[in-house]
C-alpha cells in the first residue's frame, strides 16, 4: 500500500483517500486534485493569455508535472519514507506521528481503511473526521481527517496509478508521510529530485516469521481456524465456501472487490472474532489492500489470475503482499503460514517470496482538467473523448512517467459526448466511481446524467423503486443485488458534488444499507442448511438488523 500523512498546516480541501497497493500504502490527496490542478483555470489562463501568435504553449507537454502545483513547491516538504514489507509496523509509526501533529490528514486506497483510521484517532482522544467519497462524518473541533480519494495500487499501476503520483506532487503540507515497499524508493527520489523537497528513508523489518511450507494443503479436510483461501474469481469464492463448509467443520466469511464495503467490513469482522463460528476466510486478491486480519495461514488456490487481458501468473509483489498477511503481529496467530492447494504452484510461491520486489521504474500521470479544459480551447471541440483521445496520442513524457490507461474513461466520454453537457460536467461524470464492466452500474451512469442532461435534477424514484429489494435466492440474483448497490453508491457520490441536482442522498443511503444487510443475509443462509449450536451468536432476523429510520425503504 501507499500511505501519506500529512502534518501541520496541511492543506484540507474537499476529500482524500489513501492508497493501499502492492508496492505502497496510504497517501493523501484533496478532492479538488481530481478534478483540476491547485493552479485554477483561470489562473492558467492568465499565465499564457500572454502568447503571441508566434509563440504557442504546447499542453500536451508533460514533461514537468511537478510544477502543475505551485502550492505544493512554495513550501520546503519533508517526505518522510517508510519503507518495509507487510506486517512491519511502518503504518503504526505513520499513524502515530500523525496523531501527535497538530493538524493532519490520512489519505487511503479503501473505505474501511479510513474507518479504521478515524475510529482509532477519535478513541485516542484526536478528533477526526470522516470524509469519503459517500459519506461525511464531522466531529467537533476536528483537525485531523480520514480520508479516501481514487488512488492506485501503487505509483506504477497501469490504471490508477496517476493518482497516487499526483498526491506525491501537489500536496501542500511541511510533512509527508509516505508507507511502502522499498522497490519504490529509486522512483520516488528520481520524482522529488526537482521539487526541492527534503526526503527520509526509515526501513523496517517484518515482525513475525512468514514460513512458506514446502507441501501444499492436499485435502480440504486439513483447513484449520485461521486459514484464508485465496482465489481471483468470485465465482471460485463461493465455490470454495460450500465446499470448505459442506466439510461441516467450519463456517466462511468472503472478502472481495465487489461487495459493499459495510458487507466487507462485516465479514472481516466476524472471521477476526475468536468466539464467532466463521473461522475461515474465502477472499480474493482484496485482502492486500491493508485490511486487518488475523489470518494464521494463507493457502493459494491457485497462481494465476485474469487481468482483464489475459490469463497471468501472480507477479512477485502481489504475491509477497497477499502472502505477507498472514501472521499478523500482536495477533492469535504469531507465526504466519503460507501455502498452496497444489503441489505444481509451490515453486512459483517460494522463488517470489524469496525474491525482492522489481524496482518500479515509472509513475503514472494523467492530465488535469485544467490541461484538458485549455487544449479544448486549441481543438475548438467540446468532444470529451476526442479531447482526450487526441491529446494522448500526443503527450510528451519524460522517463519517470507513462500515461495511465484511459480505456474505462474513453468508453465514458464516448456516453456522455451525446448529451448536452459542458465539458466540466463531462469530466465529473468521467472520474465518478462507475463500473463500465457492470451493465447495471453502467445503465445507471447513463441515466443519471441523461436526466441531468435534460432537467437539471435526477430524482433516485425516476429509475429505483425503494421497497422492491429482497434477499438473493441464487448467485445470479446476487450479483444483481451487488451492481444495484454501486448505482445507489454512484448517486450518493454525485449527490456530494451535485447536491442541488441529485437531492435524494438520504433515500440512496438508506437503500444501500439495506442492500448490505440482504447481501449479508445470503451470506449467512448459503452455510450450512442444517442450524447447529455453533451458529454466530450475532445471527438474527433481518428485521432487527435494520434500524427504524431504513426499515419504511424495505
Known amino acids: 500500500m501507499a500511505s501519506f500523512l500529512l502534518r501541520r498546516r496541511v492543506l484540507s480541501l474537499g476529500i482524500s483517500r489513501t492508497l493501499s497497493a502492492g508496492n505502497m500504502e496510504p497517501i493523501w490527496l484533496p478532492m479538488e486534485l481530481r478534478i483540476a490542478a491547485l493552479a485554477t483555470i483561470s489562473d492558467t489562463m492568465r499565465k499564457y493569455s500572454g502568447c503571441t501568435g508566434t509563440t504557442k504553449f504546447d499542453f500536451t507537454d508533460l514533461t514537468h508535472p511537478h510544477t502543475w502545483y505551485p502550492n505544493a513547491r512554495r513550501k520546503c516538504r519533508k517526505v518522510i519514507l517508510h519503507m518495509g514489507p507487510t506486517n512491519s509496523g511502518k503504518t503504526y509509526h505513520a499513524l502515530k506521528q500523525l496523531e501527535s501533529s497538530s493538524s493532519g490528514i490520512y489519505c487511503g486506497p479503501l473505505r474501511l481503511l479510513a474507518w479504521e483510521v478515524a475510529k482509532r484517532l477519535n478513541k485516542a482522544k484526536v478528533p477526526c473526521d470522516l470524509i469519503t467519497g459517500q459519506e461525511r462524518e464531522e466531529v467537533d473541533g476536528a483537525k ?3 480520508v479516501t480519494v481514487e488512488m492506485a495500487d501503487m505509483l506504477g499501476c497501469r490504471t490508477r496509478g496517476f493518482s497516487f503520483t499526483r498526491a506525491l506532487l501537489g500536496i501542500s503540507a511541511d510533512e509527508l508521510h509516505l508507507c511502502g515497499d522499498a522497490a519504490s524508493i529509486p522512483l ?8 526541492g523537497d527534503e526526503v527520509e528513508v526509515e526501513f523496517y523489518e517484518r515482525l ?5 511450507s514446502k507441501v501444499p494443503l492436499g485435502s480440504f479436510s486439513q483447513i484449520q481456524t485461521g486459514d484464508c483461501i485465496v482465489t481471483f474469481s468470485r465465482k471460485e469464492i463461493y465455490k470454495l465456501k460450500r465446499k470448505i463448509e459442506n466439510g461441516g467443520k467450519h463456517l466462511c466469511s468472503v472478502v472481495y472487490g465487489s461487495l459493499p464495503p459495510e458487507t466487507r467490513t462485516r465479514q472481516a469482522t466476524m472471521f477476526n472474532d475468536a468466539s464467532s463460528d466463521f473461522d475461515v476466510l474465502v477472499a480474493s486478491d482484496a485482502i492486500g489492500m491493508g485490511l486487518n486480519l488475523n489470518i494464521s495461514r494463507i493457502i493459494f488456490s491457485t497462481m494465476k489470475k ?7 501468473d501472480l507477479t512477485v509483489s502481489e504475491i509477497k503482499q497477499i502472502a505477507g498477511r498472514a501472521g499478523r503481529y500482536g495477533s492469535r496467530f504469531p507465526v504466519g503460514e503460507v501455502t ?6 509451490l515453486p512459483l510461491l ?3 517470496l524469496e525474491s525482492p520486489s522489481p524496482t518500479l521504474e515509472r509513475a503514472g500521470l494523467f492530465p488535469t482538467f485544467d490541461l484538458m479544459f485549455m487544449y479544448s480551447r486549441v481543438c475548438q471541440t467540446n468532444g470529451l473523448h476526442q479531447i482526450l483521445e487526441h491529446f494522448l496520442d500526443n503527450a ?3 522517463e519517470n512517467y507513462f500515461i495511465a490507461d484511459c480505456e474505462e474513461t474513453l468508453k465514458v466520454a464516448a456516453v456522455l459526448d451525446e448529451l448536452p453537457l459542458g465539458l466540466h460536467d463531462k469530466y465529473l461524470f468521467c472520474i465518478s466511481p462507475v463500473d463500465m464492466a457492470d451493465d447495471i452500474s453502467s445503465q445507471g451512469l447513463t441515466q443519471f446524467a441523461q436526466n441531468y442532461a ?8 425516476e429509475i429505483f423503486t425503494p421497497g422492491t429489494l429482497r434477499v438473493p435466492k441464487t448467485q445470479t440474483a446476487l450479483k444483481e443485488l451487488e451492481s444495484i448497490h454501486k448505482v445507489l453508491d454512484l448517486y450518493v457520490w454525485l449527490s456530494f458534488r451535485l447536491e442541488d441536482s441529485f437531492p435524494d442522498r438520504d433515500v440512496a443511503s438508506s437503500q444501500k444499507a439495506i442492500c448490505s444487510l440482504l447481501i449479508e443475509e445470503f451470506l449467512e443462509r448459503l452455510g450450512w442448511q442444517e442450524p447447529t449450536a455453533r451458529r454466530l451468536p450475532s445471527r438474527r432476523s433481518l428485521g432487527s438488523l435494520l434500524s427504524k429510520d431504513i426499515r419504511p425503504y424495505l
Open 144 to 146: 485531523h481527517k480520514a
Open 188 to 195: 520516488i527520489q528520481k520524482i522529488l529530485k526537482v521539487t
Open 208 to 212: 513475525s516469521p512468514l514460513v512458506p
Open 306 to 312: 485474469f487481468d482483464g487481458f489475459e490469463m497471468r
Open 340 to 345: 498452496c492447494i497444489d503441489a505444481e504452484d
Open 350 to 352: 517460494h522463488s517470489s
Open 396 to 398: 510528451k513524457l519524460s
Open 454 to 461: 435534460n432537467k437539471g435534477i435526477v430524482r433516485l424514484r
